[in-house]
């Protein structure tokens, strides 16, 4: 699959700082110190609905995960998927009398628009389910070699006994995973299982659904979980930097992908850090597709709001923190840029080298966005208040905003 244009992303003066983050896995916070190449794989879109800001939020924080690596001079190795084949994708195809890969495919071509508009530097690899079937298929049949894995009336599920780390993504008791299994795409409650919790790798062929060629597991498609593993592993292999998503991937899917991994491979772990994205709420609910509160980025576009006010609402929130989208948030966010652009758009103002750096640390900082935005509000208060004399620096502040924080002023 093609991902979407890049937007440049100017050179700073000087050198980035290795990012220190939270990782879920630990609960604290780990340095991470990447080769020259980092990898990142971020869960993709399952493309039925178009892109909401709780996607967009989620997404914005893996891109500063990128631009962070990138100030530090290492390549970025980004990888995503998109969940083209998957229970909601047909179920909204049905609902609408719609074609499944039609739905998939002008939702996914939003999603660029999208993705593009908001200067979301796209992945290196963006790779559909339906296109990695042939990838999929022999990680079950090895899992199912193993002992892995285990057939119950023509479906293969996984055993999470065969990871010894199983738990360790997540840290939750056993009631805990459950309840959030059966909310979350699993069937605890289906008989015959060898664990409650063990999650579908292969879907045996059902009556008026698409399925593919699953060689010796038959005709089928892929469980979730196992298509982001097998898409993790064919492009960035084992013990990647990091695996990013929003909260609600925590468990199952990414305890159940870094199990899958660890299980195939009997390496540990599947990626050096796990960090999620807070949720965004409206009307004090969780924005999601199935619950349909939700507003769209392809919306806000289309009445005319300045993609770049779009990027600042997100960064005004801390990454890890829950949050409800409202209008003030927007408008603060269309002031905000309004005072940046005339700030930028004088001939000379007060000097901005602490500021490159004040921003490289906030964002360093498990990445501080607010406090990333407070020190350029400063900087252009300073500039409206008082000005000054460095000729180099409203292009200095320009380029910090669009290389840190992909807004461009
Ligand atoms: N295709 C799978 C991942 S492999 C999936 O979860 N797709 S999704 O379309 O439901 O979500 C895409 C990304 O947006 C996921 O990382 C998810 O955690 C995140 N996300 C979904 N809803 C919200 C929300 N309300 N706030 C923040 N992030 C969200
Ligand atoms: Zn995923």
Not at 73 to 99: C, M, S
């Amino acid at each position: 699959m093609h991902a979407w244009p890049a937007s440049e992303v100017p050179a700073l003066p000087g050198s980035g700082r290795d990012l220190r983050i939270h990782d879920t896995a630990t609960g604290g916070r780990v340095t991470l110190v990447p080769g020259p190449v980092a990898r990142i794989y971020v869960c993709g879109i399952t493309p039925y609905d178009a892109t909401h800001m709780g996607h967009a939020a989620t997404y914005n924080a893996f891109d500063l995960v990128q631009r962070v690596w990138l100030d530090t001079k290492r390549q970025v190795h980004y990888v995503q998927n998109v969940t083209d084949i998957d229970d909601p994708l047909l179920e909204r195809a049905v609902r609408d009398g719609e074609d499944w890969t039609a739905l998939a495919e002008r939702e996914t071509a939003l999603f660029r628009e999208d993705m593009t508009a908001l200067r979301m530097l796209p992945p290196r690899h963006y790779v559909g389910a339906v296109e990695s079937i042939p990838k999929i298929v022999p990680l079950v049949e090895r899992l199912r070699d193993a002992g892995a894995a285990y057939e119950l009336e023509g479906d293969i599920y996984f055993s999470v006994a065969a990871d010894p780390a199983f738990g360790s993504v997540s840290g939750l008791d056993a009631e805990a995973m459950r309840l959030l299994s059966a909310e979350r795409g699993g069937d605890p409650e289906r008989p015959g299982k060898k664990n409650p919790l063990d999650p579908m790798l292969w879907m045996a062929a059902r009556p008026g659904e698409p399925s593919w060629d699953g060689a010796s597991l038959g005709p089928g498609r892929p469980g979730w979980h196992i298509e982001c593993v097998a898409i993790a592993l064919d492009h960035l292999g084992m013990g990647f930097d990091l695996q990013g998503g929003g909260s609600d991937l925590v468990f199952p899917h990414h305890e159940m992908g870094a199990s899958h991994a660890q299980a195939l491979t009997g390496e540990h772990p599947y990626a050096q850090a796990y960090v999620h994205a807070g949720m965004v709420a409206l009307d004090g609910q969780k924005m999601s597709k199935s619950r349909g509160n939700l507003v769209f980025v392809s919306a806000l576009r289309r009445e005319g709001v300045d993609p770049a006010a779009i990027r600042l609402s997100l960064l005004s929130h801390h990454y890890r923190a829950d949050w409800e989208w409202t209008d003030a948030v927007l408008t603060e966010a269309v002031d905000r840029l309004a005072r940046w652009r005339a700030a930028v758009s004088r001939p000379d103002g007060p000097s901005a080298d602490a500021l490159v750096e004040e921003v490289r640390e906030a964002l360093a900082d498990d990445l501080d966005a607010p406090r990333a935005l407070a020190a350029i509000d400063a900087w252009a208060a300073a500039q409206s208040a008082e000005g000054g004399t460095d000729e180099g620096a409203p292009g200095l502040v320009s380029r910090t905003a669009d290389a840190l924080l992909g807004v461009a002023l």
